[in-house]
Nanobody
């Protein structure tokens, strides 16, 4: 499975960005997809995730502001980010899980495939 993110950039606080993640390869094997982020000096955290059954997870810090979705072909994952805050500044990574159906492992930081990341910077 290959994952390629796009859509990051510099935005002012209160603005919006939409990240995209294009999946290719053995996409039929993917159970769950998600977005992680990591800011300098901080641990990586799961921001949002979606299972193959369309259940979703959001970190408390982004609930009500971020929305995870995917296209009908399930080959592209999106993260719509609204009302961005400076603390949302981080490298954002797309991740895929093939080994488990439950989102629990992904919530614990375990995923099988990772993209290269896209930088999101929110200025105050």
């Amino acid at each position: 499975v290959q994952l390629v993110e796009s859509g990051g950039g510099l935005v002012q606080a209160g603005g919006s960005l939409r990240l995209s993640c294009a999946a290719s390869g053995s996409i039929f094997s993917i159970n769950n997809l998600g977005w992680y982020r990591q800011a300098p000096g901080k641990e990586r955290e799961l921001v949002a995730a979606m299972s193959s059954a369309d259940s979703t997870y959001y970190a408390d810090s982004v609930k009500g502001r971020f929305t995870i979705s995917r296209d009908n072909t399930k080959t592209t994952l999106y993260l719509q980010m609204n009302s961005l805050k400076p603390e949302d500044t981080a490298m954002y990574y797309c991740a895929a899980q093939v080994s488990q159906r439950s989102l629990a492992a992904m919530i614990q930081g375990r995923s099988d495939y990772w993209g290269q990341g896209t930088q999101v910077t929110v200025s105050s």
